[in-house]
């Protein structure tokens, strides 16, 4: 049980330490909650911080039900065990997924603001967010990072699904996660405060954060 996402970041933090001294590197957070997390492991290892926005695809009159998700750079994932489930034709998808990248580039703007990507190419990147269930979110930050041509791709984690860990790590360098259970639920479940971060506070940590 973690106290809240700094608590979390901390602990995660301390996991990652053997990345320190290993290179260039920047650690992502993914928008809005691992933003929270990825600002302690990159005080950590004195790393520049930057914000992954990834928008979940959401299945059509069941909007938390995600059947994929989208991320910068045209990146598309498909969620085959929910999309197979609906059995849906493949326009309702692309209808879902065109209205997920409007939002994301509307979140972009909200959180970045006039600051630019920092760049990962050739650079361990270092992709962080507060939990990981199904993974389609992570799937989607991944190979976006990977379209950048990040040099390394750690993935950082609080708390993950055992089964999603190991497909992971069949995709990146290195997989950290600071607890990994066979079944997870909600993310929500191993934090005593897991309260929304709001859009000012990922602004806020990304100020505070030195340039990349």
Not at 10 to 22: K, V
């Amino acid at each position: 049980m973690f106290r809240d996402r700094h608590h979390a970041g901390r602990e995660l933090a301390a996991l990652t330490a053997h990345l320190a001294g290993t290179g260039d590197m920047v650690v992502l957070g993914l928008a809005r909650g691992g933003v929270v997390v990825a600002a302690e492991v990159a005080a950590a290892l004195a790393a520049p911080l930057d914000v992954m926005v990834v928008g979940k695809v959401g299945a059509p009159g069941r909007p938390e039900l995600a059947m994929g998700a989208v991320a910068p750079g045209g990146i598309t994932i498909h969620y085959r065990p929910v999309l197979d489930m609906l059995d849906l034709p493949p326009a309702a998808f692309e209808e879902a997924a065109a209205a997920a990248r409007a939002e994301l580039d509307r979140k972009e703007e909200r959180y970045r603001g006039v600051r630019p990507h920092v760049p990962v190419e050739g650079r361990t990147a270092v992709v962080v967010d507060d939990g990981l269930a199904t993974g389609s979110s992570m799937w989607a930050a991944v190979a976006a990072v990977k379209s950048r041509g990040a040099g390394r791709v750690v993935v950082g984690l609080p708390v993950a699904v055992a089964a999603a860990c190991e497909q992971l790590r069949a995709e990146v360098d290195e997989v950290i996660s600071v607890l990994a259970p066979v079944t997870l639920g909600a993310v929500g479940s191993f934090y005593e405060d897991f309260t929304q971060v709001s859009d000012e506070e990922v602004r806020a940590l990304l100020d505070r954060a030195p340039a990349g």
